[in-house]
């Protein structure tokens, strides 16, 4: 193989596909990068069984090939070229001479026969949606996952599609996202939880805001885009009934400024305890009021104007959450649904959005 | 105690003096800071009994007095803070009021008697020095402070006044870093080693510019600036004696740009063994050869020019010390001056900027 290649192009690539390669692997092939060249085209590869992701960089190709390499080392070494033409030239014994403006290295390879299949991501129904449109349901909805292994179920996001519409959504079982669009044309009825790796790179690689399609089959997920490719093996076990979670006719109402909210609950919650950082909401016509206490350093106490007329009522949320989900909107004014200090609350933006987050009220 | 001060002021007064609390402390009143007012002065101090450091911030003082606060707590609180006037109150049994803004707090205070007493730093002699010079000889040599608890006297950067010039110095035992210049008047003759705590927290506050004035007692350094103090216990113990370690008529010596050799050695070094960092460098007239080698990962070799003309020769670096060295400098064009593969070899701008860095060769 001997390829050239525009050392930024590649250094973009490697990026996209390097977050795949796990730290610490059982196969020692799975620490490295498949490079694979022909026509006008290197293609990178990472996997590690789970996930995988496949980029294409333009390139000269005198000589087509395969090798592939460790992907920590040659993105440390890309990261510190000059931008320039970067040639790679597999020799003897599979090793890889690289050069790029004064610099050369010959590098320690290994042969491509070893390296895992990763699937080329056919897929029989494929859904077009526009990447900044996943971009935020994505950022609305992947701080709610778990990190509970033992609930493997919500290790992830789940997809689910039905008919002209897609809904994302995650949950911790404190609290719960989820996001909702239309979609420009027929969707049919498929669903698949995503793992959260691969929903951190796809949240990576739609920064871009082109268009992206998407499939989702029995056990499979596939995200591409002109010269990217994503894949991840689905998460097996059932997702929670998230529908029956959304509570839908609370009585109360509030309506408030996120920024003043925001920032209020970051002062006051300095004073709650570090665990589950509770803050007290109570709510009286047109003020809220937030509270917190330490034993060991005092308490606090702030009080906002809002558009509220209901009864006065107090409830107890992990302030957390509650930043996670006003965080999650972009809205400036933002709606608290609630019904009592026992049932879970509603945070979503004042003009529907299309998203909201469910939060477990605790006991304070 | 009640004072009411400008938000912003005393956030920035809580930021010089935070650092010198310790986050584990034996006495549980060092984690405060201690507030104290009168006139229109209120004063925050700081210690971890080694090092101390005392602020001033314009306040009105409707009643003067003193208390101490957890300074982490309060730091927290006060960086959440909308930029607004805020009052203090000290009330019953050491209870703190804090308002400001919509936000108030109520927080555990703890007597002033307890604290322990910070100097109010006399001095016979001072010495008054630009905050930028200062600041300046400070990076040319902290990063040469030894990390190795059981060589304390190296734990810190030596201060040697001698007459009308003053030398900062700090090694390791790997390499050695000076910095030099000369005073305005006559400085007398006194040194000190400051240890890394108070080095980091005097570069904290001499980053404005202003003029301050250092004083050394055969115990303690003392820094003042028109509203801050900074004490710290020197460090007792013998210096090397750096004199003897600086070669003085080294035969080789290699004109270099700066920044070329920095890019150049960190992607070499790419290759090199995580933990000293060996690069070979080779000379010959006109070029500078970096090379470094992996048994895993490949070897790799880059070729500068440079101004030299004496024979061919080689020496290893850890390239970690190499880059120390050059990115303190700040001159475009920077020289090394060798003996032979065996010699430390010195690195120091072109132009003389008063300060140079010995390191010590490797076998490779």
């Known amino acids: 193989m001997e390829v050239h290649v525009d050392r930024d192009a590649f250094l973009k690539g490697l990026q996209m596909v390097h977050n795949v390669v796990e730290p610490r692997q059982t196969l020692p092939i799975l620490a490295n990068v498949l490079l694979e060249s022909d026509g006008d085209t290197l293609r990178l590869t990472a996997t590690d069984l789970e996930v995988g992701a496949r980029v294409s960089v333009p390139a000269k190709v005198p000589a087509g090939g395969s090798i592939t390499m460790s992907a920590r080392k040659l993105l440390e070494i890309v990261k510190e070229l000059p931008a320039a033409g970067l040639s790679l030239k597999v020799q003897d014994n599979a090793w890889v001479a690289l050069r790029c403006g004064g610099a050369s290295y010959k590098l320690v390879g290994l042969g491509a026969a070893d390296f895992p299949a990763v699937s080329s991501g056919e897929a029989a129904a494929w859904i077009t949606l526009d990447g900044k449109l996943l971009r935020d349901m994505l950022a609305q909805t992947t701080f709610a996952i778990s990190h509970d292994e033992s609930r493997y179920a919500l290790n992830g996001v789940l997809f689910a599609v039905q008919e002209r519409e897609i809904r994302l959504v995650a949950t911790d079982g404190h609290r719960l996202a989820l996001a909702v669009r239309p979609l420009a044309g027929a969707g049919g009825q498929v669903s698949?939880?995503?793992?959260?790796?691969?929903v951190q790179e796809i949240a990576r690689v739609v920064g871009t805001g082109e268009d992206v399609q998407v499939a989702i089959s029995e056990n499979q997920f596939i995200l591409r885009m002109p010269n990217v490719l994503l894949l991840a093996r689905l998460i097996e076990g059932a997702f929670p009934n998230?529908?029956?979670?959304?509570?839908?006719?609370?009585?109360?109402?509030?309506?408030?400024?996120?920024?003043?909210?925001?920032?209020?609950?970051?002062?006051?919650?300095?004073?709650?305890?570090?665990?589950?950082?509770?803050?007290?909401?109570?709510?009286?016509?047109?003020?809220?009021?937030?509270?917190?206490?330490?034993?060991?350093?005092?308490?606090?106490?702030?009080?906002?104007?809002?558009?509220?007329s209901g009864e006065e009522m107090t409830i107890g949320f992990n302030s957390?959450?509650?930043?996670?989900?006003?965080?999650?909107?972009?809205?400036e004014q933002i709606v608290m649904e609630l019904k009592d200090g026992l049932s879970p609350g509603v945070i979503k933006s004042f003009e529907e959005e299309g998203s909201l987050c469910v939060i477990m009220p605790m006991r304070i």
Chains 1, 2 share one sequence.
């Open 320 to 331: 957390r959450y509650v930043l996670d989900a006003l965080g999650a909107q972009s809205a």
């Open 242 to 308: 998230y529908e029956q979670v959304v509570p839908k006719a609370h009585p109360h109402r509030v309506t408030v400024g996120r920024a003043a909210v925001m920032a209020a609950l970051r002062r006051v919650s300095v004073l709650s305890e570090e665990r589950t950082k509770p803050v007290k909401f109570t709510l009286s016509p047109g003020l809220l009021k937030l509270t917190a206490y330490s034993p060991d350093f005092g308490e606090a106490e702030e009080q906002i104007e809002v558009q509220y």
């Open 192 to 198: 698949g939880i995503v793992p959260r790796k691969a």
